[in-house]
């Protein structure tokens, strides 16, 4: 691994993040938060020093490899994390640096697991900077990098692939650079429609904004300590379900949309998979609790719809404690906490696409089981897809369902039962946030201690950058030049 071209590069992130907090700061100052305005404006100082020192100390020409891709996109997130739990700690809502950096990297990480315990107390600059997390997170701080750092003409490509989610990262553009602006553009404009689409319904431009950030990043970040539940509002829900649906689809699909494509969504297989699976589970949570939990079937509609969707695309708002539904739900809930968004959304979990072509590839060998002649090749569309994806993908469902086991048996030293150490672990891993128990809908992970903590920083990690990206650092050959 190159270190001062990973560096050099990693400075710039933290010079973005540094630049976020100012941002916070003026919200601060605006609503007279001077403890707050202080905060950050020291958070971001300290950010901006150490970005420049190091920016200066590493500069010169920059070729990235492959490896290098994956140490900016581990390394990145992990100073980002570290630098953005500053603002937290200096203005005292977070006095230890763990849980800071629990609820940065969680930001980051688009996880939506807070150890904060009343966010109507918490000032509005440092909500605002936790929001910010979540939008920088959700399309990429690195692809953000890409987008704008062309000048530099470092390998753009390498830091595409080894951050932005799903088995298959393809150029929309020949220039990378072309197409993380284009993916971001996608993104800012849907920011703006879902934040005008709940100021008209009457939340405030503040909490709209936050809330946007947190359903297009599938973060989950809340103004309010209930969540979305707070307003108790059929609009406010119905609009957050179909922006949290959107954000869990392939941008790809959403830029063909704009160019006046509108049928490619039903033409890909992973978005007809994705769709089919959404409104299957909806549908069985709405009879599961209907009767059961809540008397209306309307009520019980929206309720199911919308924490199935939250925690299908991994957005992980809440609406009702979903703690108190019957066991059916529950266990539904957490099989949809394993599945997630689809491949180059900002949704987390192991994407409908692995799903999919899993459910594919066990078929296909009880086929080969029965007709060991047989010649069976694995579709996806109008494409076949070769045996080494297929490969890489049950691999990837292995190293997932084995993360979740060690992290599940590592938990258990600190959670109170066996379901808040499962669920922490895939609420974490899947990039989710709340899980069940201890960590359900009406908790948070304040309780559990900073040792636990960390392990589930490494976690929301691993689940962000896909396993692979983070894992490659411990083998000895990736430090080798």
Not at 57 to 68: A, E, K, P, V
Not at 173 to 188: E, M, N, Q, V
Not at 358 to 367: D, S, V
Not at 453 to 459: M, R
Request: aromatic share 14%.
């Amino acid at each position: 691994m190159n270190i001062r071209a990973v560096t050099h590069v990693i400075s710039f992130l933290v010079g973005v993040t540094a630049l976020a907090m100012l941002a916070g700061a003026a919200i601060s100052l605006y609503y007279g938060e001077s403890v707050a305005t202080k905060g950050l404006l020291a958070a971001s100082g300290i950010s901006l020093l150490s970005a420049a020192v190091s920016w200066f100390f590493t500069r010169g020409n920059i070729d990235l490899s492959r490896r290098d891709g994956f140490g900016i996109a581990t390394f990145g997130w992990l100073f980002v994390s570290i630098m953005g739990a500053l603002p937290y700690m200096f203005s005292g809502v977070i006095a230890d640096p763990v849980p800071a950096v629990f609820e940065t990297m969680s930001g980051f990480t688009t996880t939506g697991a807070s150890v904060l315990t009343n966010l109507e107390s918490v000032p509005r600059g440092i909500l605002f900077w936790r929001s910010m997390t979540h939008l920088f997170g959700g399309m990429g701080v690195l692809v953000l990098c890409v987008a704008i750092l062309s000048f530099l003409k470092v390998g753009g490509m390498q830091i595409y692939r080894a951050e932005v989610p799903g088995p298959m990262k393809d150029r929309l553009t020949p220039r990378i650079s072309a197409t993380a602006k284009l993916l971001w553009g996608a993104y800012i404009l849907f920011c703006i429609l879902e934040t005008l689409m709940l100021r008209l319904g009457g939340m405030s431009l503040f909490d709209s904004w936050c809330h946007t950030c947190a359903t297009m990043a599938t973060g989950g970040f809340s103004t309010r300590t209930a969540s979305v539940g707070a307003y108790d509002s059929a609009y406010f829900d119905t609009v957050i379900i179909v922006f949290m649906f959107l954000a869990g689809t392939n941008f790809a699909l959403h830029l063909k949309l704009l160019a006046g494509r509108p049928f490619q969504y039903f033409r890909d297989a992973e978005f007809r998979f994705y769709l089919f699976f959404w409104l299957a589970a909806c549908l069985i949570l709405t009879f599961s609790v209907w009767g059961d939990t809540y008397d209306s079937f309307t009520k019980s509609l929206r309720v199911a719809f919308f924490q199935g969707t939250s925690i299908l695309t991994t957005t992980g708002f809440v609406t009702e404690d979903f703690n108190l539904w019957p066991e059916t739900s529950r266990v539904l809930l957490l099989i949809l906490m394993f599945v997630g968004g689809c491949a180059g959304s900002t949704g987390g979990g192991v994407k409908n696409i692995r799903i999919l072509i899993g459910i594919k590839a066990l078929f296909r060998e009880f086929l080969i089981y029965m007709r060991p002649d047989a010649v069976k090749t694995i579709r996806i569309g109008r494409s076949n897809v070769n045996n080494q994806t297929v490969w890489n993908i049950c691999a990837f469902l292995l190293i997932f369902v084995l993360l979740f086991a060690v992290g599940s048996l590592v938990m258990t030293a600190f959670t109170p039962d066996l379901v808040t150490a499962a669920s922490s672990t895939i609420a974490c891993l899947g990039n989710i946030g709340p899980g069940l128990n201890a960590v359900g809908a009406t908790q948070n992970y304040a309780d559990i201690p900073y040792a636990g903590q960390a392990v589930l920083i490494i976690l929301m990690l691993l689940g962000r950058l896909e396993l692979y990206t983070v894992l490659v650092i411990f083998l000895p050959g990736f430090w080798k030049k």
